[in-house]
């Protein structure tokens, strides 16, 4: 009985994990993609300059 609340409660943790790890991805994405954009247009302007 005491392992199968145990089991539950470590499910019940990683799954909690997994939502933070992916709305955090998601966040972290948004926050970075203009700059991934600008870095893009700057790196290309750079490389054609060269």
């Known amino acids: 009985m005491v ?3 145990v089991v539950q409660g470590v499910g ?4 909690m994990l ?3 790890s992916f ?3 998601d ?4 926050v970075l993609e203009p700059y ?3 870095f893009l247009l ?3 302007r750079i490389w ?3």
Do not use: C, R
């Open 42 to 44: 700057v790196s290309t």
């Open 18 to 20: 997994h939502l933070l």
């Open 23 to 25: 709305s955090f991805l």
């Open 48 to 50: 054609m300059l060269e």
């Open 36 to 38: 991934s954009e600008m």
């Open 27 to 30: 966040t972290f994405g948004m």
């Open 3 to 5: 392992f199968f609340v």
């Open 12 to 15: 019940l943790l990683s799954d």
